[in-house]
């Protein structure tokens, strides 16, 4: 059975620089790496469907039917424990490009092999972009500032005039 995979162009290039990575190779993480590789079909973010797992999405899977829900991310960072599942372990890999309902099966580092399953992709990324909010998420990213106007407020009710302060400040001196 040939495995299937999902990546974007983002998610695709970290695999090319993970597999050269002089730490990963000889490893089972480089085994897995080149059958994500080869299996690969690559799209670009907008043309992601919602149900596969990319780099920053909140999934729930299971494990030889032990279920978990992590965030999939680049790197080991200090947050909770049982939050993150790096794409750096073989876990963490082997769901990265799955989509819902897709079972792969590992290799663990104890030589035993584990059937990974991807129940549901709760948040994507990419979704999101293409949410209704779409463009201020784009414009956070891109480090613009946006402004949301809200309709109403609280009519007929008058602002308080700022006080002015009692010291003049330094420019009086």
Known sequence: MRDQCLLTTKDFTLLEAMIDDPFVRDSLLHELLGRKMAAATVVFREDLPEDAASLNSRVTFSIDRRRDTRILTTGRMTTPVGMLLP??????????????????????????????????????PE???????????????????????????????????????????????
């Open 87 to 124: 794409v750096d372990t073989l876990r963490g890999l082997a769901l990265l490009g799955l989509r819902e309902g897709q079972k792969i099966v590992i290799e663990n580092a104890d030589g035993f092999q584990e059937q990974v399953l991807l129940e549901t992709v709760n948040y994507q």
């Open 127 to 173: 979704r999101a972009m293409r949410g209704s909010d779409g463009f201020q998420v784009r414009m956070r990213l891109a480090g613009k500032p946006t402004l949301r106007l809200l309709k109403g407020g609280a009519p007929g009710r008058q602002r308080p005039a700022p006080e002015k302060p009692d010291d003049p400040g330094p420019s009086a001196a």
